[in-house]
């Protein structure tokens, strides 16, 4: 019966490792204040960092829907015009002082900075 144990063991640990992590994308455009944002995250998402905004749009092609944040505190009007062309209804975005109906509206999800760790953990 210790065999039948150790073999199930054995099963559920491959088992879990099997099971892949939904993956989310962040536009890293301030690596510092995402540090703790991506350990977080780390612990239940892939997380793929994208320095171009541009790298957005080609995993739209690739991606169905895929869950996307981005920090526009420090983006240039150009760049967030772009972000409202983003097709994903995944999309999370932060911000520090105002954003823009627009914006607000094409986002699942919108949080002022500075963050929280309730937000982190809930995303």
């Known amino acids: 019966s210790t065999l039948v144990y150790e073999f199930i063991g ?3 640990r491959k088992l879990s490792k099997n099971i892949e ?3 989310i994308y962040i536009l890293n455009n301030d690596p510092i204040s995402f540090f703790n944002l991506i ?3 780390n612990k239940k ?3 793929k960092q994208l320095s171009k905004l541009d790298q957005l749009f080609l995993i739209e092609k690739e991606e169905k829907n895929p869950k996307i944040i981005i920090d526009i505190s420090k983006l240039k ?3 967030k015009q772009e972000i ?3 097709s994903t209804s995944n999309l999370i ?3 520090e002082n105002h954003i823009n109906k627009s914006l607000e509206s094409k986002a699942l999800k919108v949080y002022q900075k500075p963050l929280n760790l309730d937000i982190l953990i809930s995303l």
Do not use: R
């Open 93 to 95: 975005l932060f911000y």
């Open 84 to 86: 409202e062309k983003l």
């Open 45 to 47: 998402y892939h997380v």
């Open 77 to 79: 009007n150009e760049d």
């Open 21 to 23: 992590k939904e993956k």
């Open 39 to 41: 350990i977080e995250l």
């Open 10 to 12: 054995i099963y559920v």
